[in-house]
């Protein structure tokens, strides 16, 4: 059992920065593939970032490479999504999500067990 919850979000403006945590209550969070997804008002949840148990690998979705960088910390069970040159499309609710024993990195949603309750997260043009 993995327990998620996000902080971090909140309004900025357009070129911002914002960093989102996702701490992580269970002994099996070390061994946990971890990722973090969006879903914006109307919109289906989408992946944005992940990375494997060892954070040695990490994949982006297209719209936020280059802009955002996931890390870990499993001494702190926190995984970490560094938000730079933001975007008002990148307004969205962020969820983090456990892979327990996940070996490989994934984009899809059903693919994760556990999920926080979601930091909203604002950009003003």
């Known amino acids: 059992q993995v327990q998620l919850v996000e902080s971090g979000g909140g309004l900025v403006q357009a070129g911002g920065s914002l960093r989102l945590s996702c701490a992580a209550s269970?002994?099996?969070?070390?061994?946990?593939?971890m990722g973090w997804f969006r879903q914006a008002p109307g919109k289906e949840r989408e992946f944005v970032a992940a990375?494997?148990?060892?954070?040695?690998?990490?994949y982006y979705a297209p719209s936020v490479k280059g802009r955002f960088i996931i890390s870990r910390d499993n001494a702190k069970n926190t995984v970490y999504l560094q938000m730079n040159s933001l975007k008002p499309e990148d307004t969205a609710v962020y969820y983090c999500?456990?892979?327990?024993?996940?070996?490989?990195?994934?984009?899809?949603?059903?693919?994760?067990?556990?999920w926080g309750q979601g930091t909203q997260v604002t950009v003003s043009s």
């Open positions: 999500a456990a892979r327990p024993y996940g070996s490989s990195l994934s984009l899809l949603t059903f693919e994760y067990r556990y």
């Open positions: 990375i494997t148990w060892s954070g040695g690998n990490t």
């Open positions: 269970g002994r099996t969070f070390s061994s946990s593939a």
